[in-house]
Structure formats: C-alpha cells, structure tokens
C-alpha cells in the first residue's frame, strides 16, 4: 500500500526529473523547514505518487502543471481514494510556487499542524 516496491523506478524517474517549482518546493520544506515536520517526496500511497507527503500528520501535497487543467476527473478519483486513507490533500499550480512561494509556504504551514 505505501511505497509499493513495483513504483520504485517511476518514483526515481519522478525525483530525478523535477519540475523547476517542486525543485524549489522542496528546498523550501525538507530537513524539517515546516512545523518540525518531516516531508518526502514521491511517495506512493496505493496506484498514486504523491508529489509530497507528511506521515506524521498524512498531509499530501500536490504540484500541478498544465497537464492538471483536463485531468479534473482524475485528481478527484485521486482524492477520494486519499481521503479514504485519512489522507487530507493541497494543491497548488506550479505558476503559484514560481511566483508566490512565501503565500504558499505559510499555507502549507496552517495546514501542517496536529
């Protein structure tokens, strides 16, 4: 169920191969930058890689492009199955991290308490 063995190599890929703002998130909220909390990346909970999750307090963290404006249906099928998991979900556009980062990492902040 986490970090299925079968998606090591896609969640390698997934690191390897980041986007300019998850390269920039991720600075912003490893080494316990947020709330003490330890975050990780690329983590796969059940068929889903999560961009970013928290087990602590089971916060995903999804980054999303372009490729998110017609892929509703999905992101929804996706946070079902999280929420189903007891695992809570924020997103945010890539543009948001690129051009807002301080906003977004007080967000993350709020919502990364016990």
């Avoid at 169920?1 to 690191?15: H, S, T, V």
């Avoid at 920039?24 to 999750?53: A, C, H, T």
């Avoid at 996706?78 to 977004?104: G, H, Q, Y």
């Amino acid at each position: 169920m986490y970090n299925d063995q079968l998606q090591k190599d896609r969640r390698r890929e997934l690191r390897k191969n980041q986007t300019e703002a998850e390269k920039i998130f991720w600075q912003e909220i490893r080494n316990r930058k947020v709330n003490n909390l330890k975050f990780l990346r690329q983590y796969s909970v059940g068929p889903y890689i999560l961009d970013f999750f928290c087990p602590e307090i089971r916060l995903a963290i999804e980054l999303d492009g372009k490729q998110h404006e017609n892929a509703r249906e999905y992101d929804v099928e996706r946070e079902l199955f999280l929420k189903n998991k007891d695992i809570r979900t924020i997103r945010f556009w890539n543009e948001k991290i690129l051009k807002d980062i301080k906003n977004v990492l007080k967000i993350v902040a709020e919502n990364a308490k016990f």
